[in-house]
């Protein structure tokens, strides 16, 4: 944020008096004065015609005096030659408004001429305004309000209208500065508020710079019904310190029954910051509030309150870890439905997939062996078994189809009315032994066995004749399925 830049009447500053000016030191009216006493407590007075000039290179401006009585002199006040609108003041008090303006930022040149009496003299505190962004601020007296970057209370802190305050024990502020210039020695000036709605006891706080002993100060609220709300009222101001790297801490030593810890606005007097600056509202020492734009900083700047914004940043993670693992778990929910939409649609397309895999289980039926002649059983397997007689060459071929995974073990050409005894079964075989058939020819000196064997095959059977007999032997015949 910009920053106002705050020129005092006592100054070594570039302020040009015309006439007779006096000097006061003190303040008037003490804390007790609505707006609070005036800035370092100086007052110039002018008692007869004087003037006041001042240039500055910025984009506003206000000029701020004090008011003894009820009537003030007569004073015209202009900006670049061009005459503004006063302040007429009813009523006596400091940190009052003279004049005013917002400006194009660039060179300007304000100049005060005044008709002074003795009776109505004029007074003079100081000219604040709002520099533009490539001024050098070595050397100036700084205002840093609230919301300025380099201001860190912790959570024990909340808002007012204007600036912050803490009723809470223990409730701490840190400030880090940087001075750049080892000839240029700082002073820190706390200003707060005292408002007749809060608690009235006393309490203290302490400040350090630097780690150094804490130095206790009092708070006392001195708002009354007539005077409900004092600002600009100074709280403490520290040494001077050289250029460079130091931190200020302010730590609240009161209880929520007594006055409570309020900032309005720090002023660092001989200034060098060397920080960043972002957008911001601008508040000046008074109680009037301009907003400007300023440069935009570099590195962002932490909040004032830092729980707060945690707090924010824990359930922005929290809900962030949730949402993942939902959408994780719809991924999943998703991937299954296509999955399974995709296997229906593929055996909806390929029913027959779908049997590629059953094993059919096994039964054992053994055919029979007796007298007379024994069919070979109907089936609906896909490989046929064709029989022949290979000796006479003329026989008819019988094409009999092989029930899928059985044995069958069958007489050919040669066997003539052979009729064995019992039926035998073994392991996992059964015979088929055929009867006379006009359709064969066969003798007993020329026969065949023909085996078809089934799962790992059988032994040799004690049961086949003892006659000159061929075995043929068929290996097993496997469905494609």
């Not at 939902?326 to 055996?347: E, I, P």
């Amino acid at each position: 944020m910009s920053r106002w830049v705050v020129v005092d009447d006592a100054s070594p500053s570039d302020i040009a008096y015309g006439g007779v000016w006096s000097v006061i030191d003190g303040m008037w009216g003490g804390t007790s004065a609505g707006g609070g006493p005036p800035l370092y407590n100086t007052l110039h007075g002018a008692h007869s015609n004087a003037s006041i000039a001042y240039t500055f290179k910025g984009s506003s401006f206000v000029v701020v005096g004090t008011q003894f009585s009820t009537s003030m002199p007569q004073w015209t006040c202009s900006i670049d030659d061009e005459e503004l609108s006063t302040s007429l003041n009813t009523s006596d008090g400091n940190n009052l408004h003279l004049c005013a303006s917002t400006l194009a930022d660039g060179t300007h040149n304000v100049v005060l001429n005044i008709s002074a009496t003795e009776d109505e003299p004029f007074w003079f505190d100081y000219i604040q305004f709002l520099p533009s962004a490539d001024m050098s601020l070595d050397q100036a007296d700084v205002v840093y309000g609230t919301d300025d970057s380099l201001i860190q209370c912790d959570s024990q802190w909340d808002p007012m209208k204007v600036g912050t305050m803490t009723m809470k024990k223990g409730s701490t502020m840190s400030f880090d500065f940087n001075g750049t210039l080892p000839s240029v020695r700082e002073r820190w000036n706390w200003f707060g508020v005292y408002n007749n709605s809060h608690s009235s006891g006393s309490a203290v706080a302490t400040y350090s710079v630097d780690g150094e002993t804490p130095i206790p100060f009092s708070l006392k609220n001195l708002a009354s019904d007539d005077t409900p709300l004092l600002s600009n009222q100074p709280f403490f101001h520290t040494s001077k310190y050289s250029a460079g790297q130091h931190r200020l801490e302010v730590v609240y030593q009161g209880l929520p029954e007594t006055t409570p810890l309020t900032l309005e606005h720090l002023i660092v007097q001989g200034s060098s910051p060397n920080a960043a600056t972002t957008t911001s509202t601008i508040t000046a020492i008074t109680t009037s509030t301009i907003s400007s734009t300023a440069s935009t900083s570099s590195s962002s700047a932490p909040s004032s309150h830092s729980g707060g914004t945690n707090s924010r940043l824990i359930g922005s993670i929290v809900g962030g870890a949730i949402g993942g693992f939902l959408f994780l778990v719809l991924l999943a929910m998703a991937s299954c439905f296509l999955r399974r939409c995709s296997l229906r649609k593929r055996r909806e397309e390929h029913p027959e997939e779908a049997f590629r895999d059953v094993v059919e289980p096994y039964t054992h039926n053994p055919l029979l062996r007796s007298s007379g002649y024994h069919p070979l059983p109907a089936s609906t397997g896909k490989r046929p078994l064709l029989l022949g007689d290979s000796q006479t060459g003329h026989g008819t071929q019988t094409t009999r189809t092989a029930p899928r995974r059985s044995i069958i073990r069958i007489f050919l050409d040669g066997i003539s009315n052979t009729t064995f005894g019992s039926p035998h079964s073994h392991g996992e075989a059964s015979i088929l032994l055929p009867s006379n058939s006009s359709r064969h020819t066969r003798t007993r000196t020329s026969s065949s066995w023909v085996i078809a064997h089934e799962d790992s095959g059988i032994r040799l059977l004690p049961e086949l004749p003892r006659i000159n007999t061929d075995i043929i032997e068929i290996p097993p015949t496997y469905s494609a399925e």
